[in-house]
């Protein structure tokens, strides 16, 4: 979960009475949408669960995610290999050279919301999903100012700049920049993030993407492409029973050029052991606590 990491490595402890008024990523993001190639822009969907509801409305939306794949008991238990859901789809509206994906998890975790506020459980949340090639780089006001962009979002606190580089499904390799804002209120909290446009072309940190090629027990990587096109976010919101328990989903939308696979879509056997042991080892680090 590398884009759930940058997005959360701008979390402060400053509190918002409504994420859609605080956050100006997550607002984008839902409308009027993230920008995946010329004039196309894709609409993330809505939180499934909303701040404000009573316990019995909480468990009811649960119940309707899992349907009959899974009991409610089994899929809020307190177990590091509880159930999760992921949701792959084609997103709409799409640039036929570069498709739009969806990817959508959901899944029940233990964990006090106030614990986000400590840097070193944050730290070692930041570290989950960071597979080959994975590494993060902090973008700093001196960077910022450098390309005239305003760094007085850095002083906030809930927002900040990251510049990561990631093995995507051992196919692709990725660099690029990205700005994401987190905000909490009583009952949740949200992070989104999407590449940063401003970015592309960028010497230092640029937005790009090259094929990975393995011959001969030598890994080679194509010469690099441009890249943009890619947002999500994640929102854990305090369930009220059972008690202690957070009910956590992401969302993204990226563009998938048509290079990445050579149109084969691989995301439907790749990907879902790979969040299997995402979902896995977060659960795992949250249910350590804070400092421990």
Known sequence: MLALALSL??????????????????????NPGLIVGPDIRVKLPPPMMPDGLTAAEQEAIIKKLIGDDYEYDDFTRKSGVSPHILKI??????????????????FVAYVDLKAFDDER????????????????????????????????????KKEGF???EFD??????????????????????????????????????????????????????SPAQPYGGSGMYVKITKLIAPAGAVFVEQHIVYSEPQGWFDGANLLRSKLPPVMTVNVRRMREAWAKGVGK
Do not use: C
Not at 91 to 104: H, M, N, Q, T, W
Not at 191 to 205: C, L, M, T
């Open 9 to 30: 490595a701008a979390f402060g402890p400053a509190q918002a009475p409504r994420h859609e008024d605080e956050n100006a990523i997550f607002k984008a993001l839902l």
């Open 89 to 106: 789809r084609d997103a709409e509206p799409s640039d036929p050279k570069s498709p739009s994906r969806g990817l959508d998890t959901y």
């Open 168 to 221: 995507f499904l051992e196919k692709v390799r990725l660099r690029v920049t990205g700005h994401g804002m987190a905000t909490k209120s009583g009952e949740s909290i949200v992070a989104g993030a999407e590449v940063d446009a401003r970015f592309r072309g960028d010497k230092e940190f640029p937005n790009e993407w090259q094929s990975i090629v393995k011959e001969g027990g030598e890994t080679k990587l």
């Open 121 to 156: 459980f944050l730290e070692r949340s930041l570290n989950i999903g960071k597979g080959e090639g994975g590494k993060a780089k902090s973008i700093t006001k001196d960077d910022l100012v450098k390309r005239g962009i305003d760094a007085k979002a850095l002083e906030a």
């Open 162 to 164: 990251a510049f990561i």
